[in-house]
């Protein structure tokens, strides 16, 4: 990328307003704890709504700017949980509302749970969300949008026992084919790949990649390195992120193990920078989903401290994030179940730190 572009980039992002008519999503610097070099801008993506609670966020760049979905009603898995979003141009987030409901043909209506936003290499917008009563039950469904999210085709329910991607983005091949990340829950903790050729119509389903019982994984995060290599990380049970490799498109993938990072048994999300690098976004601890950090590994296996964005008592988690076509960063996750926070990191400018151990520097 361009100095310049860089540069005009990072002015936008800290001269764009955070309010659009009729949805005053103010500047929420104050709320992160120390201001940290690399942080560009900090802002809710709504200060109010008709709902009580909200969680699990996703966004997506499109053409015309970000893009950012979540599931919100009165509490997580009550039948009035849809699946809500907002838009972003240079103007501001845009007016929350409503883009999809678990209202069945015979009336009855289920709860919406973990959407998922992806941009297809053709301009589509996917959305993924799943549908049911709890995880153990829950069926997945797609929806696709033209327009950047403007409006959204009839919802389509995927084939049995394909959920698409369960919590995090998908990553597109070199042939086009989604591969989505997707765990489930029934049967113990498991993970499993999905394959689409045709964003969404037929699909294929490795098995699973753990036993489910000694090692209890769901919600993979795909990182997709320069080399071809594919790493996924996993939210477990057993207080620790776990791993696994493929060096053939996601076919095939190594045993896989817990690392040295910890985990509260709550989402996490990564991507590779375009610089090769990888970021990990995931609560750095064993118990409770505060504080919320970012790592970030130049070589996918040692991982060193970046920034912390929640270190106040309170609920921080199920962070999505993405890299545009800028260079910046951007992060959303769940704020206290009460509101979405999107932060803007300007990955060239992070400080990194050693950690020792598992141990985040003070």
């Known amino acids: 990328m361009r100095m310049a572009d860089r540069l005009v980039a990072l002015l936008l992002a800290l001269l764009s307003t955070t309010a659009s008519a009729g949805n005053k999503a103010r500047d929420s610097s104050e709320t992160t704890s120390v201001k940290q070099r690399g942080i560009v801008k900090t802002e809710f993506l709504f200060e109010s709504a008709p709902f009580a609670a909200c969680h699990a966020s996703t966004i997506s760049e499109t053409k015309g700017g970000l893009v950012a979905a979540w599931f919100a009603g009165k509490e997580e898995g009550n039948s009035d949980v849809g699946i809500w979003m907002a838009r972003r141009d240079r103007r501001g987030w845009s007016e929350i509302k409503e883009v999809a409901a678990g209202v069945q043909a015979d009336g009855k209506r289920y709860p919406c749970w973990n959407p998922v936003l992806f941009t297809s290499g053709g301009g589509s917008l996917l959305l993924f969300y799943k549908v049911g009563e709890n995880p153990s039950v829950w069926w997945g469904m797609l929806k696709k949008s033209r327009d950047e999210g403007r409006t959204w085709s009839i919802p389509q329910r995927l084939p049995d026992r394909i959920l698409g991607p369960v919590k995090n983005k998908p990553v ?106 990888a970021l990990l976004v995931y609560n750095h601890t064993k118990r409770g989903r505060s504080p919320l950090n970012v790592a970030v590994s130049k070589n996918s296996r040692t991982w060193l401290a970046a920034l912390t964005l929640e270190s106040q008592p309170g609920e921080y988690s199920y962070p999505a994030v993405i890299q545009t076509s800028d260079g910046l960063v951007h992060i959303t996750y769940t704020w206290n179940r009460s509101r979405i926070k999107h932060i803007v990191i300007d990955p060239e400018q992070v400080v990194l730190r050693d950690m020792q151990g598992d141990k985040w520097p003070e």
């Open 172 to 277: 597109q091949l070199a042939d086009g084919t989604l591969l989505c990340p997707s765990s489930s829950e029934e049967d113990g903790w498991r993970v499993y790949m999905e394959k689409t050729r045709d964003l969404g119509s037929t699909w294929a389903k490795t098995g699973p990649l753990n036993d489910g019982r000694r090692l209890e994984a769901i919600q993979p995060t795909i990182l997709k390195y320069p080399s071809g290599e594919l790493q996924i990380l996993c939210r477990t049970r057993q207080q620790n992120i776990a791993e696994s490799r493929s060096r053939d498109e996601g076919n095939t993938w190594n045993a896989m193990r817990l690392i040295q990072l910890p985990n509260p048994n709550s989402g996490i999300d990564g991507v590779v920078l375009h610089d090769g690098r």
